[in-house]
């Protein structure tokens, strides 16, 4: 093991939202899960989760309603990929901007 | 038990890697390493060393397997030479920057265009700045000893080490040195272990982007930037010549042999010049000085550079405080400008009182031959030479040995 006296100083990160600071600013375009569609919400119980299980920052919570947080979404649309039901959509963040994203 | 014997120092090297209980050997064979490479593979296919040898393709792929093997757990070695050397290069920064205690031995010879399989430094200097802690044997004996020292350096410091020792000049002449036992290198050398170990219970990701600025990570914890990385790599890496002081210290006291290992003094203690070098060379000028001090009465020491990087800045500056003259010889410098070392070395005198007269000289690119009589003149011109008026002539390195 390293000695005691030496801080040895690497770039290690654990996943989780936030390792590589607040990137929800990095976010283009922005997924909107319609819960008409979505498995868990459909059926009222923990199935699925595919998009928690994608999401490379652990942005979307195991919930039957599933939540995006946007402070660390970084709008990379794996989830909306592999949702096999396509109830998420990428919406360009303009659109929320204008008001019209209707969120 | 020990063991003294007569052998190759490519042969030494390997025999020193067998001692220290490696578990991965990733090399791509180039003169004039190849012979150590061979004989660790002898070693494993025999049986003799419990190692897993992976034959790459190149040298780029030689070091990302040794970055794989030692992050993964294992002690990972390998050796290159010259144009291997730089083929690496980019891997190298990298397993310093992840501050994987990795050890390299380099039998250094000069690097291409025009091919040249023969010895310089100008492979092992052109990587300096690399952030590997660089060593130099002046023979058969210290390329054993640097070895062993070296993965217990790497590993306290988590900073990789390479060791140099000279192509041919070392690497392929037969010395006699002696092997320590196996079960003393095992007490001395303690069982491998990296900070970031991969584990899958730990999962963690290792030096993907990391942003200009410190972070908070996902535990809350801030984390230091590029820059912090780098800072530290710097500072630990000025640190671990105090490291390998202690390293030196408890290597003498369980193998009998040390006591100089940032600079070798010869006969430097009343000395009006001192004459600095490198590797095999510094052995070679011993006989040069002893000559001139007995034929000509000229007061001249040979003080050795063990390390390179990190530079022993105030050490050097220090033990040349009492000197008139230093001249410097070396086997590479940087084009355009100097010697490296020079320049090293007149930037570690600039804060000191001392500044005495300093003299370049370039010598055995791509093997050219070193005469001794040829040193001993150039060594005898330049003591009695009076200080050259110019700043310009003072400073210019004198090239030894030209054929033009």
Known sequence: MPDSRFKILTSASTAGPGDAGRTGSWRVERPVIDYSRCTPAKLGKHACHLCWLY??????????????DLEYCKGCGICAEECPTRAIRMVAEEEFAKGDGHE | MSNQRIDSGNNAAALAVQLCDVDVVAAYPITPQTPLTEKLSELIAAGEMDAEYVAVESEHSAMGVCIGAASAGARAFTATSSNGLLYMSEQLHWAAGARLPLVMCIANRGIGAPWSVWNDHQDAMSQRDTGWI???????????????????LAELVHIPVMVNYDGYYLSHTYMPFELPAAAAVKEFLPPYAYLHTLDPQQPESLNSVTLPDARQDVHGVTQGGYMDIRHNLHLEMRQAMEVLQEIDAAYQQAFGRGGVPLLDPYRCDDADFVVVAMGSLANQLRDVIDQLRAADNLK?????????????????????QGAKGVMVFEKGLSYGNQGALYADLKSALYPYPARPQLHNFILGLGGREIRTADLSQTLKTACLQPAQSLPEQTDTPHWMGLQL
Request: glycine share 2%.
């Open chain 1, 55 to 68: 999401c490379p920052d652990r942005t979307i919570s195991k919930d039957i309603e599933p939540q995006i």
């Open chain 2, 134 to 152: 660089q060593l130099f044997a002046k023979d058969h004996q210290e390329i054993v000893d640097l070895t062993i020292k070296a993965f217990r």
């Open chain 2, 300 to 320: 001249v020491g040979v003080l050795a550079l063990q390390i390179y990087r990190p530079f022993p800045t105030a050490q050097l500056a220090a033990a040349l």
